[in-house]
């Protein structure tokens, strides 16, 4: 899909259109369940005699419930599709905790200047907060509104009693309990595929795990209707016969699987069609995809807030031009002959790599100072658990990655691509290496890894042999411990990106990295001269020669 509107609007229209769609699923669901299996049960389950032939106004009633409830059930559906777009974000957003919360609250209300008393991250965590609150809130009510309209039958025996007092209470804490369970697991983070599939081909293979994910809940759910049930067995059981506690539960059971099926269903659609790719470009033969075709991508990229969908799918419209060649007129629009456009893209996906080297060194080198001489002797500096605020990159993985592909397939295209040395000239190529590094030697450092200087003697043998040196291997047994972790996982899938990045460029230009290493020129093309963001510049040509030789690992 080409760009034929604003920036702005590419995250509203892909909202409307996930609130259009997902009422398809729902109308099926609805139906089928409501007409093949509550309407056959109450039929074999009533008498086949009714007040309804001696009033002919009353024929009517049953098909104006039914639209009624057919309406509520759509509104429920529709309150929890509108809350899921509400707490979706693509960055996993830390909330705030009840007493962090208490504690903002008595700043805001005690201190005059209010503006100075509250962080610009504490106001952000608590809107992550309320909005957790508010989707738990009508995940409940869209249970009891749902759960009641596809249970509602005009039949004899089945009084509104049994749906307020029963059924919808039952809808309202399973409502509150998924809900709960949404936010707990981190379902509302969206998740990018691997690979891009058409819309369609994506929901059909998400039907099976929906489909079985609300066979577990209902299921659940009937256990839970159960234990109530024989708690309180004197007061419903009473009212009717055997037969007609047998249908209230299968219409129950039912009921519940439908709702958890919209539910699944309607999560399922909004992460294919908020996930899909975008493409942040005019259509090709325009006269803006003669003149400037990046102007779009790059406005996306540099002005839309951080954290952001749309930021999000700009960077993966970046990294599918630059690593495919479907587009490849985008990309060659990269290395025009003036460099802006391409130092623009490079600055751009650098920042995330950059923030990412800059916060575990910064963590890194404060959980040094806190340790005491003592323990600086005895133990790593990675033994210490890190400040949250500094593995708070670590959770940007997906970003990072992006970032990572698309600079390192860019420099390595600019190989056969750049005709006017853009790349090169304008000292890109070195700056992509060193930020690539220092963020390997950065991670590897959390990971535990050595990542000393190791003098050229060591790592030769005899006869000049060169010797894998076995400290860049070397795992601390304490860092071990933390393998199990969520944290020390990202580390090394954001890791393996990395050493696969820096292949990338390597074997592009290897007989290039070659001749100037002969030359005495590898620092000099290939390592900024500041001081990098983690580590040395004598570190991170000893980590560019371990590339070179293809042992680095």
Known sequence: MSLTTSPEMVVKNRFLGFLIWHSIPS??????FKTFFISTIISTTTTSTSSRSRNPLLSYAPSLISILTFFTFHLSQLLFSASLSLISSPYPHRPAYPFELILGLVRFFLISDSSASVSAEFRTRAKVSLSFVLFVSACAVSGFVGLVSLCWVKASGFDGEWLISKVGIIGFVLGLLYGSFYVYKHRWVLEFPIIQRPPFFSFKMGLPSAITRALKLSGMTYLFSAVLGAI????????????????????????????????ELSHHLHRVLHTKRFTFAPPKGSAAAETNPSEHLLAALEESNPSSLLQYLAYLDLCMVCENNVDSWRRAAFFEETGETYKRVIAVCLRPLEKLASKLAEGLESSVDKNSQLSKQLRSPTDSRLESKYCEPLNNFQLCAWCARTVASLTACSHREDRFGVAQLSGSNAAVISALLSCLLAVETFMGKKTN??????????????????????IDSAVGKKRGGPLHSKAYAIADVLRTSIYQVVSAFHDDMLNSAKAGLLEKDWVISGKPLFGSRELLMQKLRLFLDFRAS
């Open 27 to 32: 109308t099926a669901t609805f139906l089928f």
């Open 232 to 263: 309180l067995s004197g007061r419903f059981k009473s009212q009717g016969t055997m037969r007609k506690f047998i249908a209230e539960q299968i219409i129950f059971c039912i009921g519940s699987f439908a709702v958890f099926l919209c539910w």
């Open 453 to 474: 200087i190791q003098s050229p003697s060591h790592l030769m043998g005899p006869a000049a042999i060169k010797w894998a040196t076995l400290s860049t291997r070397r």
